[in-house]
């Protein structure tokens, strides 16, 4: 079984620039979560979707973020403009069914803004 | 509001040696319950979950934590460290909601000495 792809691994941009991130979750899974971790910290959930909705967004900076999971399948997590403080790993997890909440987790994204 | 702590920053231990890391957590309900593990540029791991029944857990790589629910709190424990568990380990907890939702510790940082 494949796991959760991320893509890029690595990003490196300039603060007001725009940066896009990809992930695609393992097959079947109805849950998707993208979380922001900053070096030193635990994950922290940046939002959650069931299917193609979002069920929590509560702390996502929606000023500067954005994200979207098109058919309930791939999902793309976007910031715009980039801030110093949004340097990070960006994880991806996915769960297969509702009340399952293991989560499987994608390598992450390592974005450093300059 | 819930809550996950993780009362250690740091931990250093020689290898052999035995390992508790602590782990408590604020919610109404009983969670479901995680420790995952994150070695230096790679993903998150599942060690171990607490779903219900046994409050006494075995996971992988030699694992186990204990769920005691008067103390709010699940540690995880090794009899005999080995220098490649260093690594930095994550507290989880799945909330009961409508929907599922994950949310984690700060991590504590375990060093082993040779």
């Known amino acids: 079984e494949a796991g959760v792809a991320q893509s890029p691994r690595y990003k490196i941009i300039e603060k007001r620039q725009s940066v896009a991130f990809w992930c695609n979750p393992i097959s079947g899974h109805a849950t998707l979560y993208w979380y922001q971790q900053i070096l030193g910290q635990g994950p922290k959930l940046l939002i959650q979707?069931?299917?193609?909705?979002?069920?929590?967004d509560s702390q996502l900076p929606k000023d500067r973020f954005s994200a979207e999971r098109l058919k309930g399948v791939d999902s793309t997590l976007k910031i715009q403009p980039a801030k110093l403080e949004d340097s990070a790993v960006y994880l991806c997890?996915?769960?297969?069914?509702?009340?399952?909440?293991?989560?499987?987790f994608g390598q992450g994204t390592r974005l450093t803004v300059v | 509001a819930q809550s996950v702590t993780q009362p250690d920053i740091h931990i250093t231990v020689s290898e052999g040696a035995s390992l508790e890391l602590r782990c408590n957590y604020s919610?109404?309900?009983?969670?479901?319950l995680f420790w995952y593990v994150q070695s230096p540029g790679q993903g998150l791991q599942l060690l171990l979950k607490?779903?219900?029944?046994?409050?006494l857990v075995q996971g992988i790589k030699g694992f186990e934590a204990e769920f005691k629910r008067s103390q709010s709190s699940f540690n995880l424990r090794k009899p005999s460290v080995h220098w490649s568990d260093a690594a930095e380990y994550f507290c989880?907890?799945?909330?009961?909601?409508?929907?599922?939702?994950?949310?984690f510790g700060p991590g504590t940082s375990l060093s082993v000495i040779p």
């Open positions: 979707f069931q299917n193609n909705g979002v069920v929590d």
């Open positions: 997890a996915s769960t297969p069914a509702r009340r399952s909440t293991e989560a499987f």
């Open positions: 919610y109404g309900a009983t969670p479901y």
């Open positions: 607490y779903f219900s029944g046994d409050t």
């Open positions: 989880a907890v799945g909330l009961k909601t409508s929907y599922d939702k994950v949310i």
